[in-house]
């Protein structure tokens, strides 16, 4: 079975230092693996995916990703914190081919402080 | 249009009543999903719908009843919830096969039983 584990339910920056949210995954087949963003009393909006090919995905408001086979994981990161970035991140994974069918982490508070 | 739209975005409503929650896509995606989240907690897969059919059920109580009149709407029918059913109510949409085949999610609908 597919699983995701978010390390760090609550994480804090300063505005302007770097992001990092961390994600590892278990999966018996290639993943396809997605950060979410969920700001208060809202619905989800995706950041990135990673499905094939290159390993350092870019994404939305400046975030990126690695997948990393050899360590199942898939770390999002972001080189310097906005506080419009305070929102709760979600890590999920897919079986291959319906990748509506979401598996999702527990989530990371994101705080950032002036 | 990338929107998935919600209604109604609030509803309070008792142990004995019956209402519907609706959802509405026009990217001409052919899957549709219901995700349920509690508070503080990441969303979890009700059910999907593929080319208008059910094709999973995660062990759903039958007291919510999905319905997809067509391609574009998905409706979630409630009756005789009970105060745990209170939840955050997601729909989303997604291509079946092609590159973009991610999650598109809408803003939810609150959903308070008294």
């Known amino acids: 079975a597919q699983s995701v584990t978010q390390l760090g339910s609550h994480v804090s920056v300063s505005e302007g230092a770097l992001v990092l949210l961390r994600c590892n995954y278990s999966s018996s087949v290639p993943p396809y693996l997605f950060w979410y963003v969920q700001y208060p009393n809202q619905g989800l909006q995706l950041l990135l995916k990673?499905?094939?090919?290159?390993?350092l995905v870019k994404g939305i408001n400046g975030f990126e990703a690695e997948f990393k086979k050899s360590e199942t994981s898939f770390h999002l990161t972001k080189p310097s914190a906005h506080m419009s970035d305070a929102a709760e991140y979600f890590c999920?994974?897919?079986?291959?081919?319906?990748?509506?069918?979401?598996?999702f982490g527990q989530g990371t508070t994101l705080q950032v402080k002036p | 249009d990338t929107e998935v739209t919600q209604t109604p975005k609030h509803l309070v409503m008792g142990m004995t009543n019956k209402k519907s929650l609706k959802c509405e896509q026009h990217?001409?995606?052919?899957?549709m999903y219901w995700y349920k989240q509690k508070a503080k907690k990441p969303p979890e897969l009700m059910f999907v719908y593929s080319y208008e059919k059910l094709s999973i059920n995660e062990s759903v109580p039958s007291r919510f009843s999905p319905e997809c009149p067509n391609s574009s709407l998905l409706n979630l029918h409630l009756h005789a919830l009970q105060p745990e059913d209170s939840a955050l109510y997601l729909c989303?949409?997604?291509?079946?096969?092609?590159?973009?085949?991610?999650?598109?999610f809408g803003q939810g609908t609150r959903l308070t039983v008294v």
């Open positions: 989303a949409s997604s291509q079946l096969s092609g590159v973009n085949t991610e999650a598109f």
């Open positions: 990217m001409g995606h052919r899957a």
């Open positions: 990673y499905t094939t090919g290159a390993t």
């Open positions: 999920a994974v897919s079986p291959s081919g319906n990748t509506g069918k979401l598996i």
